[in-house]
């Protein structure tokens, strides 16, 4: 029963980070278009500046403030870089701009700090252990559900409910159309890398709680949870992406539980597998996105 | 609100669509703008709403140049298309679908109020699905739905591309009606149709496109009894 | 193959010969070293060329590949006596084997495609950016699999004892090759189709196209030049480590291919002889400023930096890279317009 318990907890905090990346990642993708590959970077972002001002005597959670603020300032500054100049041109320069730019600011990292880890300021609360239904976990664990459970409600009723959240789902079924009912294009986009860097610098805390130190590739991991997780949830829908973060840390969470001592290094291998054949069954994800008719 | 385009020119690439097309709207005016398939007619509405760059030429509203103006411009200078894909936002509701039409108004609530139920009043069809998703609605009703989402801007001038496209005769009077009851009003209405019978029975006045550019002009009466009309069609 | 074609494919095989001489007869070391290398880079461009220009796909596995080529031709051809050392867990049935390098590298290719075959199958039916998101996790997937499978690949730990087989003329040769394969599948009716079906997939549709397919057999030709130019590289290089085949490279041959022009041979050519004369100043320029101490700290990442640079400002300026579109025979042979045609 407690080992029941255990899992549930690991897939709940684990699947909410998870959620949490994929998402940042889909709401710039569904209204753009355009996949970020510099998106592990505003983790990065976040897990520097943290170390950057953990000599300060500033609270750690004016510290978390700054990190996300860097996470935002990035993903602005992705738009600025990567994407605008070469929006209207083609799908794939889009692509290799990003990865360039993603390129550039690792090494940027490498270069400026340093290549080796460095370690982060991280509160006590987060390490602290906790007593749940008879199940030692840390605290870390119980925060990340928390925190996922409340931005993801948050970000819900945005998207519902606000004017401009009902905007930008017109902008990712139909860009144009939404312009010519006067959406101010530029509004939209920045909002959504704006959005982006919230979401990655708060999962940047939680993921970077659980190593504790940050490298200039850092963000790697986390984007590939976010691609993958994108990919089985649907490219354009928010709810896939969600389904598909949790999708994807039952499978991994799974795995850890289940393989063999000498198999769990290629845990990755597995897991990879196990949503080839997802594809295989759904080539376009779990969730249908918005019905535009379009090739995605 | 009167519209003036003077020698517009639309290119895509080495494919020239409008070549150097004049049209007026008077202020409170209905126009048609026929012709046949891939004459520019299409071309020519969205150069004037701003969604393509004209290659060349000018379209002033009042007198005032707004050649070239972005979409969201033109719409708060009093501009509100219906492209000829209807584009509702399918995931949305029809309330949602209202709501954003009235964008650049949303600080006026009150005001976006009044004019909810007005449409509604105006299209109690729409009314009656107002938290449906928009992708869930005939073609009749995604038609009224776009027609209403554009007045929702209280635009004063209405460009129109298609109303009647694939829609059952029966619908395509009801959408007419409505046109008309919009024109009754005072609103400056383009209106880009193949029917041609409905079209000119609404209009003051038309001009006929034809290869990109206008062949025919006048008022609508004429026009209807005109017997070349043919001519300009088959001919291309 | 049409004139246009056939001047194409002299030009570009006629620029690798040239090098090839002008290499073997200055007889410098270094340039030698460097020119060698450049051939197997062109084999590796090409292979991705081969792809990602006719399915407008970007893929970030073809690097894997390389080493999966590299890997196989390893296990088969270091000698039995040092597989003891290099690979003491090796399969049986293999550890007994000694191929001669050719064979390995034949067969290095062939496993290559093979893999590809099998995997990538899957994940030619999903739309444009899914695809090319799942391309990298593969990568990441290959790249796990050759730092964990120690039995095979000696894990993180550098692989030594091949035997160098790579000289400058099997390189050449196989640029040459590589060359005139990538543009006749350009030009043959898989090429043809699937370009085609970019632009209208409904209208390719009715001629028969079958996209998940068309883009399969592009992946596994290119898949099989990948494993080949790995397994080149690995006589070439005689030691390595499965970082070799990872984020850094792909960076690196995908620089190449953008800066040139995916959608043609000519670019990708030119993009590789344009990014390995940079690549190897800037290098030079790294090793420099270290050496003369003019930085505290050693300079690490600069040539990266300069080539993302590069990168998005020739994706700013010509998104199609150089070479965009049209190859260099058929610019050559261009018509000049005459007066009676259409404006």
Not at chain 2, 84 to 110: I, P
Not at chain 3, 208 to 233: D, K, N, T, Y
Not at chain 3, 284 to 310: D, H, K, M, P, S
Request: glycine share 10%; proline share 4%; net charge positive.
């Amino acid at each position: 029963m407690t080992a029941a318990i255990q899992f549930v907890i690991d897939v709940l905090s684990l699947g909410g980070a998870y959620a949490l990346m994929a998402l940042g990642l889909v709401i710039v993708y569904g209204i753009l278009r355009l996949v970020n590959f510099a998106y592990g970077e505003l983790i990065m972002a976040a897990g520097y500046t943290l170390y950057l001002v953990s000599a300060s005597p500033l609270p750690w959670l004016v510290m978390a403030v700054l990190a996300v603020g860097a996470a935002v300032v990035t993903g602005i500054a992705t738009d600025y870089v990567a994407f605008r100049p070469v929006r209207a041109k083609s799908v794939t320069a889009v692509l290799i701009t990003s990865f360039a730019f993603s390129t550039l600011l690792q090494n940027a990292a490498q270069l400026l700090i340093s290549p080796r880890p460095r370690s982060i300021p991280l509160p006590e609360m987060f390490s602290d252990t906790v007593t749940l239904f008879g199940v030692v976990t840390p605290a870390r664990n119980l925060i990340t559900i928390a925190a996922a459970a409340v931005l993801l409600t948050l970000f819900t009723l945005a998207m519902r409910r606000t004017v401009l959240g009902i905007a930008m789902r017109a902008a990712a079924t139909h860009f144009t159309m939404a312009r010519m009912l006067g959406v101010p294009a530029n509004l939209v986009i920045s909002t959504a890398f704006a959005i982006s860097g919230l979401l990655a610098g708060t999962v940047a805390l939680l993921w970077l709680g659980r190593i504790g130190t940050v490298v200039p590739r850092v963000g790697l991991e986390p984007l590939l949870i976010a691609f993958i997780a994108t990919v089985i949830g649907g490219m354009r829908s928010l709810e896939g992406a969600v389904l598909g973060g949790f999708l994807l840390a039952f499978i991994d969470t799974a795995l850890n539980y289940s393989l063999p001592q000498d198999l769990l290094k290629f845990r990755d291998a597995f897991t990879f597998s196990l949503v080839i054949l997802i594809l295989l069954w759904r080539p376009a994800g779990l969730v249908r996105g918005p019905a535009t008719g379009q090739r995605t | 609100m009167a519209l003036a385009v003077e020698a517009l020119e639309v290119r895509y690439g080495g494919i020239r669509a409008v070549r150097g097309v004049d049209i007026e709207v008077g202020d409170g005016e209905v126009v048609a703008l026929l012709g046949a398939n891939g004459a520019g007619k299409s071309s020519t509405l969205l150069a004037i709403a701003g969604a393509i760059r004209p290659y060349a030429g000018r379209v002033r509203l009042d007198g005032r140049d707004v050649t070239g103006s972005i979409p969201e411009r033109m719409v708060r200078a009093g501009v509100a298309m219906v492209p000829e894909t209807r584009d509702v936002f399918s995931d949305l509701t029809v309330e949602e679908n209202l709501r954003l039409g009235a964008y650049v108004r949303r600080r006026d609530r009150a005001g976006v109020e009044a004019d909810r139920a007005a449409m509604f009043a105006l299209f109690p069809r729409l009314a009656e699905r107002a938290e449906q998703t928009a992708g869930t609605l005939s073609g009749g009703e995604q038609q009224m739905l776009v027609i209403a989402r554009a007045m929702m801007s209280r635009p004063r001038l209405l460009l129109l591309d298609e109303p009647s496209l694939g829609l059952a005769p029966t619908i395509v009077e009801q959408i007419f009606a409505m046109i008309a009851r919009l024109a009754a009003t005072g609103l400056s209405i383009l209106l880009v149709e193949q029917n041609v019978g409905k079209a000119l029975a609404v209009a003051d006045r038309a001009y006929v496109m034809r290869l990109g550019r206008i062949a025919a002009a006048g008022p609508a009466r004429e026009l209807a009894a005109a017997a070349d009309l043919k001519e300009h069609y088959l001919g291309g | 193959m049409s004139a246009r074609d056939l001047l194409t494919l002299l030009l570009l095989v006629g620029s690798v010969a040239l090098l090839a001489v002008a290499a073997e007869f200055l007889e410098v070391r270094l340039f030698v070293r460097i020119v060698t290398n450049l051939f197997i880079m062109l084999v590796l461009v090409l292979g991705l060329q081969v792809f990602m220009g006719n399915s407008g796909i970007l893929s970030f596995a073809h690097v894997g590949f390389m080493g999966v080529g590299a890997y196989t031709t390893a296990v088969l051809t270091i000698p039995v006596r040092m597989k003891g050392m290099a690979l003491p867990d090796l399969y049986p049935l293999v550890a007994g084997l000694e191929l001669s390098p050719l064979a390995g590298i034949l067969i290095g290719g062939l496993v290559a495609a093979l893999v590809a075959a099998v995997i990538a199958y899957p994940l030619m039916r999903l739309s444009d950016a899914a695809a090319v998101i799942t391309l990298f996790a593969l990568l990441v997937v290959l790249h796990t699999i050759m730092l964990h499978w120690s039995a095979v690949t000696n894990g993180p730990r550098t692989l030594f004892g091949l035997p160098r087989a790579t000289d400058l003329r099997l390189a050449a040769v196989a640029a040459a090759l590589a060359v005139a394969l990538a543009l006749l599948f350009k030009e043959s009716r898989i090429g043809l189709l699937l370009r085609s079906s970019r632009d209208d997939e409904v209208a390719a549709a009715a001629l028969g196209a079958r996209v998940p397919v068309l883009r399969w057999q592009a992946f596994v030709l290119a898949a099989f030049m990948a494993g080949i130019g790995g397994a080149l590289w690995a006589h070439f290089i005689t030691s390595f480590s499965p970082k070799a085949f990872y984020l850094k490279e792909s960076f690196v041959i995908l620089a190449m291919l953008v800066i040139g022009g995916p959608g043609t041979v000519t670019g990708a050519v030119a993009g590789t002889y344009i990014v390995t004369l940079a690549f190897e100043s800037l290098r030079a320029l790294e090793a420099y400023l270290n050496r003369a101490q003019i930085f505290a700290e050693q300079v690490v990442g600069l040539t990266e930096v300069v080539l993302a640079l590069a990168m998005i400002g020739v994706l700013v300026l010509r998104p199609g890279g150089l070479v965009a579109t049209r190859e260099i025979g058929t610019w050559l042979l261009r018509r000049k317009p005459d007066k009676g045609d259409p404006p």
